[in-house]
């Protein structure tokens, strides 16, 4: 089956600092998700990306979706506290009918620090 | 805006039990999925459905079913509970590719 190799699997910066984290595939897909995960909580959509070379921002995150189809990055610039928590990349394929479409990568988990 | 929820929120069972996970969604959304989390493997997709009476496996849907009589209820039932469930499981519904996710149930298995 598909499968996402999702990087680094933990951060540990220092408030103020941007981030990056980024996903790759073996296999392309047709759109990109990233997520948040807040602990407690389920996760949250943060980002889709649709297009191949499609860069969207939503307020200090920007996502990209490569131009292989193949991987996407997602930076945080300016961290702050409520920044922490486990941020998962997503891919989907259309199938046509009779999978659930989603592939989702291990997570990276973001720890600030004061 | 209820969007999908989950009940319970937490559990405890004893080996070889049997509960079922509640999952609803208000959105008319047709896929619905569970999905389990560990730590250190991410979502893993128990079950899905695309459909009311539609169901599928996703990839690890040993030790459970599902079922959908309507476009609005998911549940996923343990049969006989094995401390290897342990875990937290997320209901998920989408209409085309944004899926929303419940808060979650935390399950542990004795």
């Known amino acids: 089956g598909q499968q996402l190799n999702q990087s680094p699997q933990s951060m540990f910066i220092q408030e103020g600092e941007d981030v990056s984290m980024n996903c790759t595939s073996s296999?392309?897909?047709?759109?990109w998700l990233w997520y948040k995960q807040d602990p407690g909580e389920g996760p949250v959509l943060l980002i889709a990306l649709y297009k191949a070379g499609e860069l969207t921002s939503n307020g200090r995150l920007t996502a990209q979706f490569g131009i292989t189809r193949k991987d996407s990055f997602l930076n945080i610039s300016a961290s702050i506290p409520s920044d922490v928590g486990i941020y998962f990349c997503a891919g989907q394929w259309l199938s046509g009918g009779g999978a659930d479409g989603l592939t989702f990568g291990k997570g990276t988990h973001l720890i600030i620090q004061p | 805006n209820a969007g999908v929820t989950q009940t319970p929120k937490f559990q405890v069972l004893k080996t070889g039990q049997s509960m079922t996970l509640q999952c609803a969604q208000d959105?008319?959304?047709?896929?619905m999925s569970w999905y389990r989390q560990d730590p250190g493997m991410g979502l893993r997709l128990i079950h899905y459905s695309v459909g009311a009476g539609i169901t599928d496996q996703g990839e690890v849907p040993n030790g459970y079913n599902v079922s959908r009589s309507t476009t609005e209820d998911f549940p996923l039932r343990l049969l006989s509970a094995a401390p290897s469930q342990t875990s937290v499981y997320f209901c998920?519904?989408?209409?085309?590719?944004?899926?929303?996710f419940g808060q979650g149930t935390r399950l542990t298995v004795v």
């Open positions: 296999s392309i897909f047709n759109t």
């Open positions: 959105m008319n959304h047709e896929y």
């Open positions: 998920a519904s989408r209409f085309d590719t944004e899926a929303f």
